[in-house]
């Protein structure tokens, strides 16, 4: 997929997204909040400047988001985002609003949009997991010049072959065939039953965090 095809994906058919950011003690706080739109600079979303989220955001500039769709576990989709945002300013509030109509069930009157603000989220990195295909599916992908963070397991030349690692997989995502074997990042849960039960230490976990 595309970035445009992520980024559609997480406006279109998620929209209503969890955003993390952190309080000035450090700790973890969520918002529900839509993503609104997008283009080839970004993903958009808004808020209003009285909100303790306003602050967080003018304070950090980083925010980190997950939006899922589907009926039930099994046929979730679900999409991570996670990198820097900055304030736009209020030109795009009529488009967000022609295209999100019902935020004027919210904001009926120009003076109670007078409390609003744009931000885009600019740059940054980001994981498609998709649980309905088996195996599971997985993609990274990264936009505005946003490097790739995520950790992941790989085999070294370390490997004796002993395919230990293949019997804990729960999605058989480890080519066996290969020595060292090979280990097939597109449907890896990252669950680390490889990395446990390699007798030899062959399975390295490299990246940032899962």
Not at 64 to 75: C, E, I, N, V, Y
Not at 156 to 174: A, E, V, W
Request: proline fraction near 4%; include cysteine.
């Amino acid at each position: 997929m595309t970035i445009r095809e992520y980024f559609s994906f997480i406006v279109d058919e998620i929209h209503s997204t969890v955003i993390a950011t952190v309080d000035d003690n450090g700790l973890p706080v969520t918002c529900a909040i839509d993503i609104m739109d997008f283009d080839e600079n970004g993903l958009y979303f808004l808020t209003a400047k009285g909100k303790g989220f306003y602050d967080r955001l003018k304070k950090q500039g980083f925010i980190a988001l997950t939006g899922m769709r589907g009926k039930d576990t099994l046929s979730c989709v679900a999409v991570s985002v996670r990198g820097k945002v900055r304030e736009v300013g209020t030109t795009l509030l009529p488009t967000l609003f022609q295209k999100n109509p019902y935020m004027n069930e919210i904001y009926p009157s120009v003076e109670s949009m007078s409390a609003l603000t744009v931000f885009q989220l600019y740059e940054g990195s980001g994981e498609w997991f998709d649980l309905s295909k088996k195996p599971i599916e997985r993609a990274g992908f990264t936009f505005g010049g946003g490097k790739a963070n995520q950790e992941r397991y790989f085999v070294t030349d370390k490997c004796i072959g002993c395919k230990l690692c293949y019997s804990r997989c729960p999605q058989k995502c480890i080519d066996i065939e290969k020595k060292p074997v090979v280990i097939q990042q597109e449907h890896c849960l990252h669950c680390g039953n490889c990395y446990e039960i390699c007798p030899v230490h062959a399975i390295e976990k490299r990246g940032g965090s899962l």
